[in-house]
């Protein structure tokens, strides 16, 4: 499976939870889309990062990635501390200049 750096650094961010790295991986006005809710900008980003992980404590594991329409999507399995664990989300992410542009998860 071949990604883009940029997102296997959010993975390797995530599994290690590792908030401070999300600062380099985002363009500083990035747009994350998660559970129906709207995070923007990098603050936004790193807050609401936190508090999934403080909540869920999740993992995940990317598990086949495809590239269309000017974004990369990647389908993951995702365990944590949450009913129905494991699960499988899809991350589209849209990139700019090397950087995550656009997350949205589902």
């Given at each position: 499976?071949?990604?883009?750096?940029?997102?296997?650094?959010?993975?390797?961010?995530?599994?290690?939870?590792?908030?401070?790295?999300?600062?380099?991986?985002?363009?500083?006005?990035?747009?994350?889309?998660?559970?129906?809710?709207?995070?923007?900008?990098?603050?936004?980003?790193?807050?609401?990062?936190?508090?999934?992980?403080?909540?869920?404590?999740?993992?995940?594991?990317?598990?086949?990635?495809?590239?269309?329409?000017?974004?990369?999507?990647?389908?993951?399995?995702?365990?944590?501390?949450?009913?129905?664990?494991?699960?499988?989300?899809t991350y589209r992410f849209r990139l700019d200049a090397g950087k995550i542009a656009t997350l949205e998860i589902g």
């Open positions: 499976m071949t990604i883009p750096a940029v997102i296997e650094a959010y993975f390797a961010a995530d599994d290690q939870a590792q908030s401070d790295s999300l600062k380099t991986l985002f363009t500083s006005n990035a747009v994350v889309s998660d559970e129906q809710n709207s995070h923007k900008g990098i603050d936004a980003i790193t807050a609401w990062w936190a508090a999934a992980k403080a909540q869920y404590e999740h993992k995940s594991e990317p598990l086949e990635a495809t590239h269309a329409d000017g974004r990369h999507i990647v389908r993951a399995r995702v365990t944590g501390r949450f009913p129905g664990s494991p699960i499988t989300l």
